[in-house]
């Protein structure tokens, strides 16, 4: 088994349900177990920012799957909950991103794991840290909670 750990996000519809249903989903995949989840935080959009606000999510999962099935787990998980990809970095319902996948490197056309621009971003860094300050990024090396920054744009939300 692998831990791995994947950031979700939502700013469409109910976020909050949004993020507690792809959590319950991602729980039913054979090969997946919810081990932890993080607190939920209220975040400014990124990129396109003509948008309404995030509610942003860590969890860790353990995991049997190859890197590619969990991916495909992670968008089979969207579209459950609707996901349209129309604006890059646009509203969705839902989004889920692999983060760290064990301690491994994996870039190729379809997926880069670590996520390419996690070290970038508060509203990922900060829940997962809530979960995993003691995980060692791989290409830095080091841990999640010495890499993890403020940013007073990334307010808890809920526990």
């Not at 319950?24 to 993080?38: A, F, W």
């Not at 975040?43 to 995030?54: A, C, H, K, L, R």
């Not at 970095?89 to 983060?99: A, K, Q």
Request: hydrophobic share 35%; with cysteine.
């Amino acid at each position: 088994m692998i831990y791995a750990y994947l950031g979700l996000g939502s700013n469409i519809g109910d976020r909050e349900v949004q993020l507690e249903e792809a959590i319950r989903i991602l729980d039913t995949y054979e090969g997946v177990q919810v081990t932890q989840k993080s607190p939920i935080y209220e975040t400014e959009p990124v990129g396109y920012v003509d948008q309404p606000q995030f509610l942003n999510q860590c969890v860790e999962i353990q995991t049997n799957l190859k890197p590619h099935d969990l991916l495909q787990v992670c968008l089979n998980t969207e579209q459950q909950l609707y996901r349209v990809r129309d604006i890059r970095w646009g509203p969705r319902t839902l989004d889920v991103d692999i983060l760290l996948y064990g301690n491994q490197i994996i870039e190729e056309e379809d997926l880069i794991v670590p996520h390419p621009r996690m070290l970038e971003r508060a509203f990922v860094l900060i829940p997962l840290n809530d979960i995993a300050a003691d995980v060692i990024e791989p290409h830095s090396n080091n841990k999640i909670g010495n890499i993890v920054m403020t940013d007073n744009s990334v307010r808890k939300y809920k526990d």
